[in-house]
């Protein structure tokens, strides 16, 4: 067990996007949303953090890394998910924005962010990272889901 700098460089780039929430915080929140239920809550948050803390401590390098088809598949999903950031900072920072389909894809900023991270177990060939990534998934759609059914009533 050691630090990895794959590790360091596969969440950072997932993550970065996030600061621009903080620098353009949402408009237009609906009153009353909550997430679906704490359990969820807590299975996101529990999935995220084991996630962020195998691939951290991983002795992921470089070297042992090939590029092939999952390392193109993790760029095409945080191209789309940048893509989509783009989207609600240039659109008005509408808080709708972060649930909005693309094309017949629902809740697509809480999907390709999870593919990225499927990918990327494939791609390191972990297996506690795809479970991690499974656990995430099951909360993050959950909550998501939840948001933007409560942005179509």
């Excluded at 999935?47 to 992921?60: D, H, K, P, Y």
């Excluded at 240039?90 to 809480?110: E, V």
């Excluded at 060939?125 to 009533?153: C, K, P, Q, R």
Aim: charged content about 5%.
């Amino acid at each position: 067990m050691g630090f990895s700098y794959v590790g360091l460089i596969i969440v950072a780039v997932v993550l970065l996007p996030n600061l621009l929430f903080v620098i353009f915080p949402p408009k237009n929140i609906p009153n009353r949303l909550q997430d679906v239920n704490l359990l969820f809550t807590i299975i996101e948050r529990m999935g995220i953090i084991a996630f962020i803390v195998i691939l951290l401590t991983s002795n992921v390098s470089f070297i042992n890394l090939n590029f092939n088809l999952f390392l193109l598949l993790m760029i095409l999903c945080i191209v789309i998910y940048y893509v989509l950031w783009l989207r609600y900072v240039l659109k008005g920072q509408d808080f709708s924005l972060l649930f909005t389909p693309l094309l017949f894809i629902p809740i697509p900023m809480a999907i390709f962010p999870v593919c990225y991270f499927l990918f990327a177990s494939f791609w390191i060939n972990s297996i506690y990272l795809t479970i991690t990534t499974l656990i995430f998934a099951i909360g993050h759609f959950a909550n998501s889901w939840n948001s933007y059914l409560h942005m179509m009533n």
